[in-house]
């Protein structure tokens, strides 16, 4: 069975520093990209950043750039987004995602999906 566990949301001040992870279980996920998206109440979910397993490439949304790194560490099976200068405006629910797609930033291209941990910046 596979899962994607999402840990480390909570409330930060602006400007403060989260990190969120990603553990994932249940399949190989050498040939995936992993994705964190948001989805902030009324709104769509939407595209953070992405890894592939394999490589270096990663992927940010142009909101999060300079601000958010992703990163992996293989033997732990484990995505980490690593959120710095944290605005009012990231709040939301933060999802973390698998996909064998070339193209990361689409949720439909998403085979798998953890249940999200909640991310509250106050001002």
């Known amino acids: 069975q596979v899962q994607l566990v999402e840990s480390g949301g909570g409330l930060v001040q602006a400007g403060g520093s989260l990190r969120l992870s990603c553990a994932a279980s249940?399949?190989?996920?050498?040939?995936?990209?992993m994705g964190w998206f948001r989805q902030a109440p009324g709104k769509e979910r939407e595209f953070a950043a992405a890894i592939r397993w394999r490589g270096s490439s990663t992927y940010y949304a142009d909101s999060v750039k300079g601000r958010f790194t992703i990163s992996r560490d293989n033997a732990k099976n484990t995505v980490y987004l690593q959120m710095n200068s944290l605005k009012p405006e990231d709040t939301a629910v933060y999802y973390c995602g698998a996909t064998p797609a070339v193209v990361v930033d689409r949720t439909t291209l998403y085979d798998y999906w953890g249940r999200g941990t909640q991310v509250t910046v106050s001002s």
């Open positions: 249940g399949r190989t996920f050498s040939s995936y990209a």
